[in-house]
């Protein structure tokens, strides 16, 4: 296992508790166009010797390069559960359930990289919404070819009350400046989280925690690499893609984001993705 950090001066690798800078030639986009993107990496890191003064100096970027970011929606019951109640005044409560049983999954457009906030970085809330939440979610990353390769951290910032009057509206309570977080480090692997593996979120406002909760991975329905296959069903990946696996941890109706709010997602052994409120 490997854990890629993209940093302001390049990419870093930590292997073995020591951390190594990747070769500049060796990019993102070029990892996630590999073959084998493991093996890449390791190639390039032969002749690397570890970094004498560590990590990074706290600043990290998205681990993305060129790469889109999906999102795969309904995959835990809670999730379902939740969508089907903030559509029942718009009749669209019944789509959410038909898709929860059925072969194919919902998945939809998320992020283009610009839109992307880095760990430590300012998410958004609309300006046109009154109701917001994160969605802590396991991040595929998706070679060029659909293998996984890894995994990472994702947000995907949601407006519910946009989502919730019209299941159309879906690209609008989804898609929009900063709506997405990735990080903090990139999980180079060939083995996916356990289903015992911890996912958990916890939000706090003014130092004080006003929202945290955990589920397991092993609370998804789908199997993730029949995920991956139904995102590169006639569509291509030429830098490969970020699927986000949807979430099963939704706060109470009445909870909504405020500005400055910080949000903590933490999966092991990606670490813990925090940002801040717009």
Not at 143 to 148: D, L, Q
Not at 262 to 277: A, C, M, Q, S, Y
């Amino acid at each position: 296992m490997l854990r890629l950090y993209a940093t302001p001066a390049g990419l870093i690798v930590e292997r073995d508790a020591a951390f190594f800078p990747v070769p500049h030639a060796l990019t993102l986009d070029a990892l996630f166009a590999a073959a084998d993107p493991q093996a890449l990496l390791l190639a390039a890191l032969l002749d690397t010797r570890p970094a004498a003064a560590g990590a990074h100096d706290g600043t990290l970027l998205a681990p993305l390069q060129s790469q889109e970011v999906w999102a795969a929606g309904v995959t835990y019951y809670r999730s379902r559960t939740a969508r089907m109640a903030e559509s029942k005044d718009s009749g669209g409560g019944t789509f959410y359930d038909k898709v929860y049983a059925a072969d194919r999954p919902e998945i939809f457009f998320k992020a283009t990289p610009h839109r992307v906030a880095a760990p430590g970085g300012g998410v958004r809330i609309r300006s046109d919404s009154k109701w917001n939440v994160p969605e802590p979610e396991l991040t595929l990353a998706i070679n060029s070819a659909g293998k996984i390769f890894g995994y990472t951290l994702g947000n995907d910032m949601s407006s519910r009350d946009i989502e919730g009057e019209n299941p159309l509206y879906l690209p609008q309570a989804k898609v929009y400046d900063q709506c997405a977080a990735l990080g903090p480090c990139l999980v180079v692997t060939s083995t996916l989280p356990t289903a015992d593996t911890v996912l958990a979120i916890e939000i706090r406002r003014a130092g004080a925690t006003v929202f945290a909760e955990a589920t397991t991975i092993g609370q998804i329905k789908r199997p993730l690499p029949s995920l991956a296959d139904w995102l590169y069903r006639d569509n291509a990946f030429p830098h490969g893609a970020y699927l986000m696996t949807g979430t099963g941890i939704v706060p109470p109706d009445a909870f909504t984001l405020q500005p400055a709010d910080e949000i903590r997602i933490t999966l092991d052994p990606v670490g813990t993705l925090v940002n801040f409120v717009r």
